[in-house]
């Protein structure tokens, strides 16, 4: 248990600010002396894989480790937690790489709304970690920290104790630890108590943006390699590369809304998926221009808590007399839109590469790019479909009428 | 569910937390598992809440002079790990009863004796022990055996600008025994009754005392010498412990009748509550008493 510093009085209005360090990445939280940890740990920094149920340390639901140590996050306030290592649900594992007690609750349909399940898993962490012998017999007693309504808690006793059969000498540690940055709530939506700087947060120089954009280490959450044969030639294409202002009206959804200098650049990013609304603000920095490659780093906000950091490259290379568009991007999803499976979201964001790509292909012909600050829609989509399809064969035509 | 505002400091010295604490409507924040429930509902509103955890020399787990000593913010479940709390058999029998692994990870030994709650088991095992408990404010030091201690529901002889820094539980001499045993409607619930025991054989001597839990505005300890001694009488000197137990039943009866004073609420009544008092009664009376003998034969070879 870490022995905190000691520190001066805050008032009850005043923000106090604490440093922790949460699945593994420092974080700087500036709060009032009554958010708990578990609030703090879903409103402040969009980690929201902890629920919350009763707010008064029946349930279960928000169950942590403090300090390798399963602990109730709503009877902790966060300030309390000054240099303690917290991890949560986040931490266990990754979703291409599941921590076995994740794989097991699977395995034996130890859930069914899903609502303990968090509690769930760091409980029975804790337990095999510091039990890894506890015996079949002792379980429900064991795990009778966190209720469950759906489950009769048969199948979730079952998922434990196969975990603690395969794995005698304890279990492995959290999975997902690394140095990774966060991305938090803006200060606006939590009410002006959310200022969430993490320590790896660049220093922002007087231009009003970051130095440069810090990726996160460890693996993406989605990852990216498109290829699409242009009709454009390369020359065309590098036209379109040459200008940000045209490359951002071929992001479907996407608007251009500052230009801040020196590579920087503000924007703002829609999609609409049904009833699925999200809007990123954020920062982009084009790290690499050249006629054939452009590398752009960017990162965005949610206003519902969720952010996103990529690493995009675009490459045009000769193919035939036509240009081919490979764009590779790593994204990485933290809050709310990381609850989006992973595969839709990898569906969704290959899609909207193949309409950048189709606009694109537009713009380097000359023509106004058929995407703009609408959001990527079915009608739009199709629209773009056809306009290519009457390009071509217009293209195809006139080829033929030079030749003959 | 979410607490009202409060002034938040976190001091690094014993002096400095008794100086916020003369200051009005200070609260100890020390595990906070009592505490912030009651907060979350609102049904406290303290101005202040002074954190000791940053104290180092409130986390001391220490033994000295006969007894363990118990700093303000060591938690339930270090003191349960620890293998000094072996030399108390009252608390390793006690402690995994106490709510569950997650509220024993921050929850302190400390701070449950001082919130006092008529149905949790650490103010039971002090006031079986007789724990001494040291206090200190401003005004000084001073020391309050656990007879004295409890005062009522949620209630202590602790004034608004104490701390309880120690809590000492005497170290078991030879020929001690003991036992413990509640009984809820869930793991991990306050217990509807409980019993904390100690009985002590030496030589010819006997001495029994039980504390009650759970049954009354706070922990009710009484003396069982004479019941476990006619019950010796009536089922022999070397009983088997379903003997003893039942030896130890009517007798029991009597007690609970006794201690029981509540007047029962919508999770048991007061006779029911008499009924399971009884029956714990007799059977960790039994166990104590087995194991004070077998402790004394160990301790005598």
Sequence with gaps: MTVPHSCPRTEADQPAEVRMTVNGNPVTLSLPARVTLSDAIRDHLGLTGTHVGCEHGICGMCTVLV?????????????????AQVTTVEGLGRQDDLHPLQESFGRHHGLQCGFCTPGFLMSSYDLLRHQPHVCREDLPTELSGVLCRCTGYRNILEAVADVAEAHPDGIPGPGNCGHRTMVGRTPAVSSGTGVVATDTRPETNPAGHPREITLPTGEPTIRIAVTSELTSSPQEVARVFDDVRLLARCLPGAELTDEVGGGWYRGRARVALGPVRLSFDGLAHVAEQSAERLVVAAQGQDSGGGGAQARIVLSARPSGACAALHAEADVFLTGRIAGFGRSLAGDVS?????????????AASGGEPLVGPQPPRAVGILAAALADRARRRWQQLRRRITRG | MKAAPFAYVRPGTVQDVVAELARDGAKVLAGGQSLVPVLAMRLGRPSTLVDINAVP?????????????VGAT???????????????PLLRLALPWIGHREIRSRGTVCGSIAHADPAAELPAVASCLDATMLLTSTRGQRQIAAAEFFTGALTTVIEPDELLTEVLFPVAGPGEGFGFGEFARRHGDFALAGAAVRVRTTGDALQARVTCFGISDQPVTADVTAQLRAALAEVGPSPTGSQLRRGLAERADEVAADVVDTSGDGHASTAYRRRLVAGLLAREVSRAYLTSTSASEVSAS
């Design chain 1, 67 to 83: 300090d390798g140590e399963a602990a109730r996050a709503c009877l902790l306030f966060a300030v309390q937690i000054e240099g």
């Design chain 1, 350 to 362: 290959r899609r909207m590469f193949e309409d950048f790509a189709r606009a694109l292909d537009q």
């Design chain 2, 57 to 69: 020399e409130l986390d001391r787990l220490s033994r000295d002079n006969g007894s363990i000593r």
């Design chain 2, 74 to 88: 060591v938690r339930q479940r270090r003191l349960q790990r620890d293998d000094l709390s072996a030399s108390v």
